[in-house]
């Protein structure tokens, strides 16, 4: 995992614990409302499985979900 992957995953983690991950994932059906609950759901340690889930269900890669995703 590289350095900015590994950063995303901690920003994701912080908005989780600081209580911000709601409204990221409100941003993210703003822009995507077919995403549903389950594509939202990640397991710890499971963030690359997760992007590729969004990237494959939003057809596009996963370094266009990542960089999506920390610009929110």
């Known amino acids: 995992m590289n350095n ?4 995303m995953f901690d920003r994701s983690t912080e908005w989780r614990a ?3 991950w709601n409204e990221m994932k ?4 703003q822009q995507y409302a077919d ?3 389950d594509d ?3 397991a710890e ?3 690359e499985e997760w992007y590729g889930k969004l990237a494959k269900k ?3 890669t996963v370094d266009d979900v990542k960089n999506w ?3 929110l």
Do not use: I, P
């Open 58 to 60: 939003l057809g596009r």
């Open 35 to 37: 995403l549903t609950d």
């Open 4 to 7: 900015d992957s590994n950063r």
């Open 45 to 47: 340690g499971k963030q």
């Open 69 to 71: 995703v920390a610009n």
């Open 26 to 29: 409100g941003k993210m059906r």
């Open 18 to 20: 600081k209580g911000n």
């Open 40 to 42: 939202m759901e990640y």
